[in-house]
């Protein structure tokens, strides 16, 4: 018997969640066929794009927690490298006032160059730039779900939310800007 690759299982699984998601989104297409009615009767038949969402969110989290892990490695290495060199170079007990800040001064010295040449690197930049782009790919599929059950119980999605907030914003200049030219106005007829 041959072991299953992780690509391989997922994919199995993938393929499960979608036919039965498909299953679903038959079913809820006949009206005879489902029982629930008004927003859980469109959520039902939103089901299926609310599944693949989280499929794909499934897919993008393995990554995210692969950047990430190897996020905090690097971060840990560094700390571990840092600290060895701190321990070889600072006295073993600090007896006075003096040695306390030499060994802090020791220890800001090696860390910061450690950790600059860290962050400086090439290897750290792409990894956290990968880490970077998972998560804004997680909020995306996030704000698609959020958008799908919005619609469903019919509630403006979050774009439809900010164009009214923009629009007021707008408003409320324009109104500002003609009050303040009518009390203008009042002056020059008050002072007549």
């Known amino acids: 018997m041959q072991p299953e690759s992780s690509k391989d299982i997922t994919d199995y699984y993938k393929h499960l969640s979608l036919f039965w998601t498909d299953i679903i989104h038959l079913m809820s297409s006949k009206p005879q066929a489902l029982t629930s009615i008004g927003p859980m009767r469109a959520f039902a038949a939103n089901s299926k794009k609310i599944s693949g969402e989280l499929i794909e969110i499934n897919d993008e989290l393995m990554g995210f927690n692969q950047y990430l892990t190897e996020y905090y490695k690097q971060l840990s290495d560094t700390w571990?490298?840092?600290?060895?060199?701190?321990?070889?170079?600072?006295?073993?007990?600090?007896?006075?006032?003096?040695?306390?800040?030499?060994?802090?001064?020791?220890?800001?010295?090696?860390?910061?160059?450690?950790?600059?040449?860290?962050?400086?690197?090439?290897?750290?930049?792409?990894?956290?730039?990968?880490?970077?782009?998972?998560?804004?790919?997680?909020?995306?599929?996030?704000?698609?779900?959020?958008?799908?059950?919005?619609?469903?119980?019919?509630?403006?999605?979050?774009?439809?939310?900010?164009?009214?907030?923009?629009?007021?914003?707008?408003?409320?200049?324009?109104v500002g800007k003609l009050e303040l030219e009518l009390k203008k106005k009042e002056i020059k007829k008050n002072a007549k």
């Open 80 to 174: 571990t490298d840092a600290q060895k060199k701190v321990n070889l170079k600072a006295p073993d007990v600090p007896q006075d006032v003096e040695q306390i800040e030499a060994f802090k001064r020791i220890w800001i010295d090696i860390f910061d160059n450690d950790f600059t040449e860290l962050f400086d690197s090439g290897k750290f930049g792409d990894n956290y730039g990968k880490l970077v782009s998972k998560e804004l790919e997680l909020t995306k599929h996030w704000n698609n779900i959020t958008n799908v059950i919005l619609q469903s119980v019919n509630l403006p999605s979050k774009e439809e939310i900010d164009e009214i907030y923009k629009e007021m914003h707008s408003l409320k200049k324009r």
